[in-house]
């Protein structure tokens, strides 16, 4: 029965509905009686309609305009004059935006809703925001498809969309394997085209320190892999974060401690603690050292410029995974614990490095992000502090969502979408079935979840497998974050995935198959 069940959703990925989107737009209503027109490079521009509030010069929607026309180009659209010259042609998409903002920076209140009407001559995609039409632009190119003969068309459809949440983002981690700036910058053109409007950026961690600190150098000096081709520069950075604002996505970067630092010790010598067996250093060192004010005086200086060179109102400062060991050992540390009155409770000397952190970040009116730890272990927050929710502590994550909503913080999930997590089979099916409001709460309570985020982390991944392990698994988790709440079926959702994924082979982008099958445009990077 099984094999019965596979062989027919295999038959109906050749039954992908014309125009087919992902992540599913919210309402989408083709007309009852047809319609349709045939598309064709040559013959086809985009443009700003003739209310909008922004028009040429508005480098967001130039450059985009620009990009979308390589892609329908690409795709091998034949010239209609090859095709059925007694069909309509589609002439021209008009872009129309209520507010004239287009110089700045997307934020957690941007606006991503559109409007997307397509009828035989003229299209039309208003929004209120920049960041909306680029959403509705995406929309757009996914809407054309081709027949047997291989001309393209579009069909008269109108389209109303917006994100189900916030902050839908994709986390990838730099330090335990160094990523090149150009798998960077394609990660960046693969979220915009799954409607992701975050980056994560885990840029440093314990094994590396690639980030080029103009404030302190020898961070990158001696903790990079290789000081010389291992590192993102100042310029390197801004590249990304330009790239990534272009394409209606945000910057978070996240400078992990006082754990996950020892790249940061040869490059800052005093900044880690000395480790001890017995009453004699071991030449080994632990965490950040919290109890000395240099180590305060350096956290001021490098979160000076990382809040003036990440322009995003938020940063993640992590305060994960802390292991006491090394505390433990160092005697001023001991005598630093029992002059606090903290006894043997090392969550409270974690919970004061990260009070003094915390308050150097609001001095430079940054809001942050922390990883669910914080909270566990009850360190004073501001009350619009973001919790991560990443492991299951004392139950599933669920009961943690609950926890930190309850307390009237607003929740960040990643917990269940690991994606450098792989097996055998469709795991993409797991990510796609979690809804991130099932848990025990008021209505107060879920609408302070705002979202959730995709996790590459790099252990076992670099430059040559980062892109097909991401996509198009990250797709399912990018669909939950956008999309309906009722958008949750497997087999539709497998079509439309399976359809989504060809689309990127076409882009020249190395996503991996779901299952068995072939697209008529086979991967041609190699």
């Known amino acids: 029965m099984a094999e019965l069940a596979l062989a027919l959703l295999l038959l109906l990925v050749g039954l992908v509905p014309a125009g087919a989107v992902w992540p599913q737009p ?5 007309s009852p009686g047809g319609g349709r027109c045939r598309l064709s490079p040559g013959r086809f521009r985009f443009g700003y309609g003739r209310l909008s509030a922004v028009g040429p010069g508005c480098a967001v929607l130039d450059q985009a305009f620009a990009r979308y026309w390589r892609l329908l180009r690409d795709a091998g659209l034949r010239a209609p004059e090859d095709t059925r010259p007694w069909e309509p042609l589609c002439t021209e998409l008009l872009v129309s935006v209520s507010t004239p903002h287009c110089d700045g920076f997307p934020d957690m209140d941007s606006v991503e809703s559109y409007k997307l009407s397509t009828s035989d001559d003229l299209s039309l995609l208003s929004s209120e925001s920049i960041w909306g039409a680029l959403r509705g632009l995406e929309t757009f190119s996914q809407l054309i498809w081709r027949d047997e003969d291989g001309t393209f068309y579009l069909n008269k459809t109108d389209i109303v969309d917006f994100p189900r949440f916030a902050h839908r983002g994709l986390l990838l981690d730099t330090s335990r394997h160094y990523l090149p700036l150009r798998a960077i910058l394609e990660t960046l053109d693969v979220m915009a085209y799954n409607k992701f409007n975050v980056f994560h950026w885990h840029i440093v961690d314990d094994p590396s320190f690639p980030y080029e600190s103009a404030a302190f150098p020898e961070l990158s000096r001696k903790g990079a892999y290789n000081p010389a081709t291992h590192v993102y520069t100042l310029n390197d ?25 020892r790249s940061w010790g040869p490059g800052a010598p005093g900044l880690l603690t000395p480790c001890y067996a017995g009453s004699i250093p071991s030449g080994a060192y632990g ?170 982390w790099g252990e076992f991944v670099d430059v040559t497998n980062l892109t097909p392990r991401l996509w198009p698994r990250a797709g399912a988790i990018a669909e939950r974050l956008w999309s309906n709440k009722t958008v949750r079926d497997l087999q539709d959702a497998y079509i439309r995935l399976a359809d989504f994924r060809c689309t990127l082979l076409r882009r020249g982008i190395p996503a991996q198959p779901l299952f068995t099958g072939y697209c008529d445009a086979e991967y041609s990077g190699f």
């Open 26 to 30: 919210q309402l989408v209503r083709e």
């Open 237 to 261: 950075v801004k590249m990304v974060i330009e790239y990534a604002r272009l394409r209606g996505i945000r910057v978070i970067s996240e400078f992990d401690t006082p754990g996950h630092t």
């Open 287 to 456: 965490p950040v050292n919290p109890i000395l004010n240099t180590t305060y005086q350096f956290m001021t200086e490098l979160f000076r410029e990382v809040s003036t060179v990440f322009p995003d109102f938020y940063l993640h400062l992590g305060g994960d995974e802390v292991d006491f060991t090394c505390w433990r050992s160092n005697p001023e540390i001991q005598a630093f614990m029992q002059q606090m009155g903290f006894g043997q409770d090392y969550t409270k000397l974690e919970s004061f490095y990260i009070q003094r952190l915390l308050n150097i970040i609001s001095s430079y009116g940054k809001g942050y992000v922390v990883w669910q730890e914080v909270f566990d272990n009850g360190v004073k927050v501001k009350p619009d502090t973001i919790i991560h929710v990443w492991r299951e502590n004392s139950g599933p994550y669920q009961q943690e969502v609950a926890r930190v909503t309850e307390a009237g913080y607003r929740a960040l999930l990643s917990a269940p979408w690991y994606l450098n997590r792989i097996s055998y089979g469709q795991d993409w099916q797991v990510a796609y079935q979690v809804e991130p409001l099932e848990f025990e709460g008021s209505l107060e309570q879920k609408a302070l979840v705002i979202g959730g985020e995709a996790c590459m």
